[in-house]
T-cell receptor, first 114, second 108 residues
Framework: DAGVIQSPRHEVTEMGQEVTLRCKPISGHNSLFWYRQTMMRGLELLIYFNNNVPIDDSGMPEDRFSAKMPNASFSTLKIQPSEPRDSAVYFC????????????FGPGTRLTVL | GQSLEQPSEVTAVEGAIVQINCTYQTSGFYGLSWYQQHDGGAPTFLSYNALDGLEETGRFSSFLSRSDSYGYLLLQELQMKDSASYFCAALNDYKLSFGAGTTVTVRA
């Protein structure tokens, strides 16, 4: 059974460029979460979806960040324009439903903005 | 807001027992989860406590006291592969808020 799939695994870009991170949740999971992890701020929830609908985006740091979930098997997190302080590991996680105790994390995308 | 406190690091020898404490302040609290993350890897689920008491899963156990806003993860019979970061996470309002993590280093 495939786990959460994220692409790319590594991304290096220059300041000002648009970055798109992709996530495929586990089939049958209704909830999807985007996290960012840095040494300074730890693991932060950015946004989460339930049944493809954004429920809470209060963790999205700025308008430069946007996320979509056009269908049950695909989500994107976009940063436009990117800045060096966006450098982090971005994780996508899915769970069978809201309030489920277990979230399954993807391998993450390590983003470096020069 | 949400706040979880846990020690930053713990070092122990193989075969030892380690307890990682976690205190939390959060609204809409449903339960406390624990996740393990190896260096360069993704967080993986270890355990979840919704009710007071001890939950045992093999060498790992987790405890929760809702009245004290306190929980702990107990790692027994430590092995080298247990060297990792361990995060407590409060489940509230359908989302997880993570602590800063405890780095456990196991020495031979």
């Amino acid at each position: 059974d495939a786990g959460v799939i994220q692409s790319p695994r590594h991304e290096v870009t220059e300041m000002g460029q648009e970055v798109t991170l992709r996530c495929k949740p586990i089939s049958g999971h209704n909830s999807l979460f985007w996290y960012r992890q840095t040494m300074m701020r730890g693991l932060e929830l950015l946004i989460y979806f339930n049944n493809n609908v954004p429920i809470d985006d209060s963790g999205m740091p700025e308008d430069r960040f946007s996320a979509k979930m056009p269908n049950a098997s695909f989500s994107t997190l976009k940063i436009q324009p990117s800045e060096p302080r966006d450098s982090a590991v971005y994780f996508c996680a899915s769970s069978p439903g809201l309030g489920t105790d277990t979230q399954y994390f993807g391998p993450g995308t390590r983003l470096t903005v020069l | 807001g949400q706040s979880l406190e846990q020690p930053s690091e713990v070092t122990a020898v193989e075969g030892a027992i380690v307890q990682i404490n976690c205190t939390y302040q959060t609204s809409g609290f449903y339960g406390l989860s624990w996740y393990q993350q190896h260096d360069g890897g993704a967080p993986t689920f270890l355990s979840y406590n919704a009710l007071d008491g001890l939950e045992e899963t093999g060498r790992f156990s987790s405890f929760l006291s809702r009245s004290d806003s306190y929980g702990y993860l107990l790692l027994q019979e430590l092995q080298m592969k247990d060297s990792a970061s361990y995060f407590c996470a409060a489940l509230n309002d359908y989302k997880l808020s993570f602590g800063a993590g405890t780095t456990v280093t196991v020495r031979a």
